[in-house]
């Protein structure tokens, strides 16, 4: 993997001895970033040599691993970790950005989506500002293209009928809790949870073409729910961002009676 270009520390201690307090093999620690990058549709290889020359040498990687490492530490710790608490200052992407993307190929898509729904928790966006005219590519796009020709995708774990009827129990469970009750923090924390737990690792799976297509179809139907209990709690930035993510998963299923919903408009 690469390294970025700030100069190298003679040892990264606060890394290491965080390292240690967490009770974590350099094997482990490595092993667990690797694996949460591929949730996040990214290939590394890190190894424990990897691990020696960030805490020894004081090498850093480059973007996005140290969010990655941080993540894993704070799994253990049971706490949250910033990237600059391990002595790798994250370079944070505008929350102007984020999510408003809505990419003509579905891996692409897959990624964005993930890039978002794994900070949306993180990031309130209510200070993000609404973005005008931000509706006019993806609602573009999808009335060009309502459906990607093929949903099918190679990964390791394959999807089977069981993920997606958790799946879709979990969108039946958010549009009554919505229908219901409206929308709100408890419905709003709850999605972001399944679309960041469950979701994202069924996305970067393997599976065919028909499976595909009723899987993208669910967290375009989970983030459209999404969507609309952000605008109900006056979230608009967030919400304009779960609609347009919503839009590009309705496409990737070839979902139009979804895709024509993911708009307050």
Known sequence: MGFSNRPARTANETLAG?????????????RRVNVLAERAGLAFSYTHTSVVNWTRRGMVPRQPAPAFISQALAERLGRPVDPAEIG????????????????RDAHDAVRTATRFWSTVRRRTFATSAFAVGAYSTPVTRWLAVPADPDAAHAG?????????AALWAAAADAQHSDSRYGGGTRTASTVAAFLTERAIPLLHADYADAVGKELFAGPAELARVAGWSALDMG??????????????????GGRLDIGATCSPT
């Not at 790798?88 to 990419?103: I, K």
């Not at 390791?156 to 997606?164: A, H, M, P, T």
């Open 156 to 164: 390791r774990k394959r999807v089977g009928r069981q993920e997606l």
């Open 18 to 30: 965080l390292i240690e307090t967490a009770g974590m093999s350099h094997h482990a620690l490595a």
């Open 235 to 252: 979230h608009h930035a967030l919400a304009q961002r779960h609609f347009i993510q919503a839009l590009r998963m309705a496409r990737a």
């Open 88 to 103: 790798m200052p994250e370079v944070r992407e505008s929350p102007d950005h984020v999510g408003l993307d809505f990419h």
